[in-house]
């Protein structure tokens, strides 16, 4: 299996701006998380789906930030419009129920400028 | 709600000495636990789990855990580290089978001496 893909990699953009990051679950996995990693605050929590159904947006920021599931293999993560403060490194990860075990993809990470 | 506090947000040890990490965990259930592996510009993958059963645990490149219940700890132990073990070291809690979601403690980063 080709594990979790998240496009791009590395994206720089300025603020105000409007971005997307896109995520490729593992084929199988019901349940789709995406985190935000800083140094400031660690490894959060934005949103998770089940079946393509977001369970938990509590960790959200703010209304600029959106995530949707279209189906079981593609999940994006949009920010509109982008801030210096959202540069971070974006996860997105998957697990199989019943199991407990997260595949996180390699990331990516945002600059805004 | 359950929280995970790591211990040190570095640890330097010499190649061949013992790892420990320590990491505390607070939840009003049985809590799952784990422990994850950052290897730079990576993203996280699972180095072991607690669930229910045996309290320690083994996981991946000689590392194993004990869940202490009445400690509420689920320190990361290695007998003898490799350069290699260079990582960031995140420990996470879920209010047991009931959850969906985990929540990661703050991590911590191991550096090895040779």
């Known amino acids: 299996d080709a594990g979790v893909i998240q496009s791009p990699r590395h994206e720089v953009t300025e603020m105000g701006q409007e971005v997307t990051l896109r995520c490729k679950p593992i084929?199988?996995?019901?349940?789709l998380f995406w985190y935000r990693q800083t140094m400031m605050r660690g490894l959060e929590l934005l949103i998770y789906?089940?079946?393509?159904?977001?369970?938990?947006d509590s960790g959200m920021p703010e209304d600029r930030f959106s995530a949707k599931m279209p189906n079981a293999s593609f999940s994006t993560l949009k920010i509109q419009p982008s801030e210096p403060r959202d540069s971070a490194v974006y996860f997105c990860?998957?697990?199989?129920?019943?199991?407990?075990?997260?595949?996180f993809g390699p990331g990516t990470r945002l600059t805004v400028t | 709600a359950q929280s995970v506090t790591q211990l040190g947000s570095h640890v330097s040890v010499s190649e061949g000495a013992l790892v420990l990490l320590r990491c505390n965990y607070s939840?009003?259930?049985?809590?799952?636990l784990f422990w994850y592996v950052q290897y730079p510009n990576q993203g996280l993958q699972l180095l072991l789990k607690?669930?229910?059963?045996?309290?320690l645990v083994k996981g991946i490149n000689g590392f194993e855990a004990e869940f202490k219940k009445s400690e509420t700890s689920f320190h990361l132990t290695k007998p003898s580290a490799h350069m290699s073990d260079a990582a960031e070291y995140f420990c996470?809690?879920?209010?047991?089978?009931?959850?969906?979601?985990?929540?990661f403690g703050s991590g911590t980063r191991l550096s090895i001496r040779s």
């Open positions: 990860a998957s697990r199989r129920s019943p199991g407990w075990e997260q595949y």
């Open positions: 084929s199988g996995h019901d349940y």
């Open positions: 789906f089940n079946n393509n159904v977001p369970i938990d």
């Open positions: 939840s009003s259930v049985p809590p799952y």
């Open positions: 607690y669930t229910t059963g045996a309290t």
């Open positions: 996470a809690v879920s209010e047991g089978s009931s959850a969906s979601k985990i929540i």
